[in-house]
């Protein structure tokens, strides 16, 4: 029987009139990639914001590890084990790579008072940065600024902080949106690496990733779920080619 | 943290030891005219861990400064308590009090709301202190006696002595900025910094950045509380307009002046606004046109303030990698 990490129950978010997230109730399993697939507008990036915390939702509960954590703050989800990346590009772009991670780091040091020694002389979160930095790839960048990355790099950044935080659920939002083939790949490779310690939520397009990285597939048209479950299943069914697969295929190329 | 050059922090020593040496060749209008603007050189520093530091725009920083100073005021004049350790203990924790009540209502909102929001609360301490009569009402209040620092018989510090008034700012000035930079570069200083840049991302690294805001905004009261209560030790009156809004925008404009974002950028700002000031208003009677008119020109040509120009170059480049980041644009998909 595979351990539920995160629940969802009756999941929604209404904006005025629309309804982006619509009663979606999801189990992801504990150490499974779970992709979540959907066209524009499915409301994908509102789940993961729900999720994540960055939104309160109009309705339902969310349980982490049978604990409900609805109405919990983002720090706390952090504290708990959450970490997200996000979609668009956001990262502290003045700051060098190395701070970047730190900040996040510094997430687990017990209490928030710290006033007095300097930040650098925190050994432990040094360590921390440094692996998150080592691997995402960016190590041998950690003291180059951020916002003169290339956009692949910094999408790998925006990875990296997510693991300085020493993360149990990831929520990946469109990690390789606007990448190249090769930077592509390289961050699904570091996918497949985390996914053995990790329990992996991801948003993606990207179709030949998807497939080649997620055990578990929801399928979300119109804010709902319209199917969950294996790849396999998820490739045969008739109405997943229907709403989503169909002339996604089409799209794919009109966006890359 | 290391990005910034030792030069600021030098250049800091260098204005202190100025200031500590210049007894020996000013005259006593202008040790008055310094000890002054040390004092509006801390109000501004405070004021500048929430601006430049933390990104919050306060204009109501008066408040925390003059709710000091008018507590130590009362005390000495209908207390008849003259004794330092007391005097601010009890400003502090006034100013303290006010930043927490302030701030706590305050930090729940951001850009111009923040702003505003600290305008209208400052405001209403300002219509206290000027209504209650137990202050003193509208034309202030002299002191009948200043601050004495005694251990048994023996006087350390006597606030009505010129010189320790002197020293004494100093002193306080040269400690603020010792703090300030200790807890800028520790840890907490490090969220701040995150929250400037990114609020929303430093609360995803898992920060409670509300709980730091506040306790930034407490602590950016209590030293503008001990500015306040130096103020009132070294001038011997404090009157409303210590409280006003008008005080809290000399105190931006002297941060925006000097350099945001600096420690010695506000000293070097109290020092060129005061002076300038004071030199002006001998030339001209329209001397406030032409203080506005350096005011512009400064932000002008040195976005960066008066000390702008001795950060390290990259700073410079801020604005156009902010814009990159903003809109990963499909060139630099390409460049990848």
């Known amino acids: 029987m595979p351990e539920t990490i995160l629940e969802t129950r009756d999941l929604a978010r209404s904006f005025g009139g629309l309804r982006a997230v619509a009663g979606v109730s999801l189990a992801f399993e504990k150490g499974v990639v779970h992709a979540v697939l959907g066209p524009n507008g499915a409301g994908k990036t509102t789940l993961i914001n729900l999720l994540s915390g960055d939104l309160p939702p109009s309705a339902g509960t969310i349980l982490f590890q049978g604990r409900d954590i609805t109405r919990l703050p983002v720090h706390e989800r952090v504290a708990l084990g959450f970490g997200r990346s996000y979609q668009k590009t956001n990262i502290f772009p003045e700051l060098s790579c190395l701070d970047n991670c730190w900040l996040g780091a510094q997430a687990r040091l017990p209490g928030w008072l710290h006033l007095l020694r300097p930040a650098r002389r925190y050994a432990p979160v040094r360590d921390r940065a440094e692996r998150a930095l080592a691997l995402c790839g960016l190590d041998h960048r950690a003291d180059a600024v951020a916002g003169t990355l290339s956009h692949g790099e910094m999408r790998q950044l925006e990875i990296g902080m997510m693991l300085a935080t020493e993360p149990e659920l990831l929520l990946l939002d469109e990690p390789l949106a606007g990448m190249g083939v090769e930077e592509s790949w390289r961050v699904i490779d570091l996918l497949k690496r985390l996914r053995a310690e990790h329990t992996l939520i991801l948003i993606e397009h990207d179709m030949d990733a998807v497939f080649s990285i997620a055990g578990r597939i929801t399928v979300m048209v119109n804010g709902a779920e319209l199917e969950t479950g294996s790849p396999d299943r998820i490739r045969a069914s008739a109405a997943v080619r229907d709403a989503y697969l169909g002339h996604e295929d089409g799209g794919e190329e009109h966006a890359a | ?151 048994g018989e023996a006087t350390l510090l006597d606030l009505s002595v010129r010189m320790e008034v002197y020293y004494t700012a100093l002193a306080c000035l040269v400690a603020v900025y010792l703090l300030l930079s200790t807890i800028l570069s520790a840890p907490f200083g490090q969220v701040l910094r995150g929250i400037r840049i990114n609020e929303a991302r430093t609360r995803a690294l898992g920060h409670d950045v509300q709980r730091y805001k506040l ?122």
């Open chain 2, 1 to 151: 943290m290391a990005s910034r050059a030792p030069v600021l922090p030098l250049l800091f020593a260098l204005i202190a030891v100025g200031i500590a040496l210049f007894p020996l060749v000013g005259d006593s209008f202008y040790i008055r005219l310094v000890a002054k603007i040390m004092v509006l050189a801390i109000l501004a520093m405070s004021l500048d861990l929430l601006v430049g530091y933390t990104g919050l725009i306060s204009l109501g920083h008066a408040a925390f400064s003059g709710t000091a100073g008018y507590v130590a005021a009362a005390l000495i004049n209908k207390a008849g308590i003259t004794d330092l350790a007391p005097l601010l203990a009890a400003s502090l924790a006034a100013s303290g009090a006010a930043a927490l009540l302030v701030g706590w209502i305050s930090v729940r909102t951001s850009g111009i709301y923040f702003i505003m929001i600290t305008l209208a609360l400052g405001q209403m301490l300002f219509f206290f202190f000027h209504d209650v009569a137990f202050w003193g009402g509208a034309d202030g209040v002299n002191l009948t006696a200043r601050p004495v620092l005694a251990v």
């Open chain 2, 215 to 336: 306790a930034c905004f407490v602590l950016s009261g209590l030293v503008a509380g001990l500015a306040g209560f130096l103020e009132v030790a070294r001038g011997g009156f404090i009157s409303p307009a210590h409280v006003n809004w008008h005080e809290s925008a000399m105190a931006l404009i002297v941060v925006i002046l000097g350099g945001m974002g600096t420690l010695v950028g506000p000293v070097v700002g109290a020092f060129a606004l005061v002076l300038l000031e004071d030199w002006v208003a001998d030339l001209t009677d329209h001397w406030k046109l032409v203080i506005g008119l350096f005011v512009i020109a400064v932000v002008l040509f040195l976005p960066d303030g008066l000390v702008g120009p001795l950060k390290t170059g990259k700073c410079r480049l801020l604005p156009r990698l902010r814009q990159r980041v903003k809109e990963p644009s499909r060139e630099s998909v390409r460049d990848a």
